[in-house]
């Protein structure tokens, strides 16, 4: 498969579960593991350019496949303008939720670029936030939205 | 948590999946989204010894306009139902259900095959396929088969599917101009429904699917009689408990459900131009 735009192979198990291939065979621990049962979306990553839980993947499905995760978004020292709209609505304090945050929020503005609040609020339903009370991260992904405030 | 060690096998094409099926039999399961199977796997709640991905079968995943009816390949993904201008404008109800599977993440793995093949009574889009009376479409060794919804569920996590046989298309009749309603009641956003409902009112044809009211995904006849016979959306709403028996757990007792269902599909009766 391809990560972040380069190639990975590694012999696996069929069991691996995506998550853990990434932060183990690809070493990307940006990646985080929240639940571990599909509720939190901590381990959210594209394939193929949409979000999706990668604790409920197995490795092995995504053979061939484009993936991205946190680490891929960056342009260099630059970084992604999702991520600096984080940085600058005070969006995260812990972290933890972060990079899968981060991964659906891109993925929801591909799909919806002019999403109302309402629409952002809906589109994060699958990812938790224990800190911040989502006010700053629903602030930080209009900020970037096409659509009415 | 890890899954239980198994042998994984891809099929490039409906009829290798059919062919593994035949050579491995009862040890296999097939793996569409995998957004049922693989939690149940990392629960060790399924243990399969073979796993066969389907979940590259490309041709098996389209929406087509068969003229009648839209015909949807097992393998589309629940985003792709969502957003479908042929789904959106001929079978709207099915959008709408689909609409509440889950999260975006969900939605953009798992399949239309897998929600059905299941046979989870807590699914959202088989009560949608009975309101709607969808066909089935059935791929074994000596050919293809349709089942009607009506005959597809048959209990809990089971379906008239045979062992090597591959759900491979959903028929639905186009129903542009009905009213429709899908309604669903859970504690949180992304949950799966506690009680649902698929409401479908077209012209004098009515179509009710109950979503975890039973040990399979069911059909109110009762309340389609009603409605059929002049029954105020209140009456004939009060029949969506009668003669079912909904699971208890922690989320709701059996009274509890009954009363959800009723109130759901009094309020889908309305929003579906029953008074
Ligand atoms: C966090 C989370 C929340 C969810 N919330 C909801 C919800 O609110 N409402 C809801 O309805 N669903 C929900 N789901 C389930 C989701 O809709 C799944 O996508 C769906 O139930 C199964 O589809 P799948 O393609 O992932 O199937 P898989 O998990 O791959 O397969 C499920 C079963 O069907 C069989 N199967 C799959 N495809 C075929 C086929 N073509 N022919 C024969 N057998 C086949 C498999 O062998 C397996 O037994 C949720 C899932 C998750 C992980
Ligand atoms: S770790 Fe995957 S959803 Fe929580
Ligand atoms: S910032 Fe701590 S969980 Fe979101």
Redesign the interface.
């Known amino acids: 498969m391809n990560v972040n735009g380069g190639a990975q192979s590694h012999d696996v198990e069929p069991r691996t579960l995506l998550v853990h291939y990434i932060r183990e065979n690809c070493g990307l621990t940006g990646t985080n593991v929240g639940c571990d049962s599909s509720s939190c979306g901590a381990c959210t990553i594209h394939v193929n350019g949409e979000a999706v839980k990668s604790c409920t993947m197995l490795a092995v499905q995504t053979e061939g496949d484009e993936i991205t995760t946190i680490e891929g978004l960056a342009d260099g020292e630059t970084l992604h303008p999702m991520q600096q709209a984080f940085h600058e609505c005070h969006a995260l304090q812990c972290g933890y939720c972060t990079p899968g945050m981060v991964m659906a929020a891109v993925s929801l503005l591909d799909e919806q670029p002019n999403a109302n609040e309402a629409e952002v609020r809906e589109g994060l339903e699958g990812n938790l936030c224990r800190c911040t009370g989502y006010h700053n991260i629903v602030k930080a992904v209009l900020s970037l939205s096409g659509g009415d405030k | 948590?890890?899954?239980?060690?198994?042998?994984?096998k891809?099929a490039g094409s409906a009829e290798e999946a059919i062919s593994l099926l035949g050579e491995y039999g009862d040890d296999a399961k097939l793996?569409a989204g995998?957004?049922s199977l693989?939690?149940l796997?990392?629960y060790r709640l399924a243990a399969p010894a073979v796993?066969i991905?389907i979940?590259k079968v490309a041709d098996l995943s389209y929406i087509n306009d068969g003229g009648d009816h839209i015909a949807i390949g097992a393998l589309t993904r629940h985003?792709d139902i969502e957003i479908s201008e042929l789904v959106n404008s001929q079978i709207p109800l099915l959008a709408a259900a689909t609409r509440n599977v889950?999260?975006?993440?969900?939605r953009?793995?798992g399949t239309i095959g897998g929600s059905v093949a299941h046979g989870d009574p807590a699914s959202d889009t088989p009560s949608a396929m009975l309101a709607l009376r969808a066909t089935f479409v059935a791929t074994g060794p000596n050919g293809s088969r349709e089942i009607a919804s009506d005959d597809f569920f048959s209990g809990f996590l089971e379906t008239a599917l045979a062992d090597d046989e591959l759900l491979t298309e959903i028929r639905i009749n186009k129903v542009p101009d009905a009213k429709f309603s899908f309604q669903k009641f859970n504690r949180r956003?992304?949950d799966w429904a506690i009680v649902g409902a698929s409401i479908l009112v077209n012209g004098a044809d009515t179509g009710v699917g109950l979503v975890n009211m039973d040990s399979k995904p069911i059909r109110s006849a009762a309340v389609e009689a009603a409605v059929a016979s002049g029954a105020t959306a209140a009456d004939a709403a009060e029949q969506a408990a009668e003669g079912v028996e909904p699971p208890a757990d922690l989320n709701a007792s059996v009274e509890y459900r009954q009363h959800l269902a009723r109130v759901l599909t009094r309020r889908g009766l309305l929003e579906s131009g029953v008074s």
Do not use: T
């Open positions: 948590m890890i899954p239980a060690s198994f042998d994984y891809r793996l995998g957004h693989v939690p796997m990392k796993i991905d979940g985003r889950g999260d975006p993440q969900v953009h793995r956003a992304q």
